[in-house]
T-cell receptor
Framework: DGGITQSPKYLFRKEGQNVTLSCEQN?????MYWYRQDPGQGLRLIYY???????QKGDIAEGYSVSREKKESFPLTVTSAQKNPTAFYLC???????????FGPGTRLLVL | AQSVTQPDIHITVSEGASLELRCNYS??????LFWYVQSPGQGLQLLLK??????LVQGIKGFEAEFKRSQSSFNLRKPSVHWSDAAEYFC??????????FGTGTRLTVIP
């Protein structure tokens, strides 16, 4: 079955630690996205990528980094510079930027 | 600035009753509009979308939505709600910059 997978389902971060969230898709989509979801705030765009080896900042990119070395993979690193990382993180993909986005199951990040 | 407003934070309906979730958008051109549903701790599932054409759009799980340009609205409806419809519902719009902008969501509770 085609789809988007995210791992892990839960992730714990210690103070000063960088952590990486995985996102893989087998839909052959060119565009991929990372969103952060906080209660009562809907989803906010962190980074997006339209093609391999290219990515752009979204609305809340500070404290996050991404890479896009392969079409099917778009990992997100939450760096120690992100002072409030506790949230639900959702990855999505679409065939092109203006097309329908499909979402993965999410990763919940908690701070120890 | 583009925006999406979901005026109802929480709605409670009885099983078998009809449902209407409101969504208003602010965008100059004809928008691409979406409704997604999210169960607790899960990713977002696409219910339906409007790009152009017939303003009444049919989606999955018996949902429909109507695009009304004069009212800048894209309300979601279902004639008879089932207990399994309890979830959070998000309206979203693709803006001119091709970003998917989300409303803050409406939580639906279904009582027996």
């Amino acid at each position: 079955d085609g789809g988007i997978t995210q791992s892990p389902k839960y992730l714990f971060r210690k103070e000063g630690q960088n952590v990486t969230l995985s996102c893989e898709q087998n839909l052959n989509h060119d565009a991929m996205y990372w969103y952060r979801q906080d209660p009562g705030q809907g989803l906010r765009l962190i980074y997006y990528s339209q093609i391999v080896n290219d990515f752009q900042k979204g609305d809340i990119a500070e404290g996050y980094s991404v890479s896009r070395e392969k079409k099917e993979s778009f990992p997100l690193t939450v760096t120690s510079a992100q002072k409030n990382p506790t949230a639900f993180y959702l990855c999505a993909s679409s065939s092109q930027r203006q097309e329908t986005q499909y979402f993965g199951p999410g990763t919940r990040l908690l701070v120890l | 600035a583009q925006s999406v407003t979901q005026p109802d934070i929480h709605i409670t309906v009885s099983e078998g009753a009809s449902l209407e979730l409101r969504c208003n958008y602010s965008y100059g051109a004809t928008p691409y509009l979406f409704w997604y549903v999210q169960s607790p701790g899960q990713g977002l599932q696409l219910l339906l979308k409007y790009f152009s054409g017939d303003t009444l759009v049919q989606g999955i799980k018996g949902f429909e939505a109507e695009f009304k340009r004069s009212q800048s609205s894209f309300n979601l409806r279902k004639p008879s709600v089932h207990w399994s419809d309890a979830a959070e519902y998000f309206c979203a719009v693709i803006t001119g910059a091709n970003n998917l902008f989300f409303g803050t969501g409406t939580r639906l509770t279904v009582i027996p």
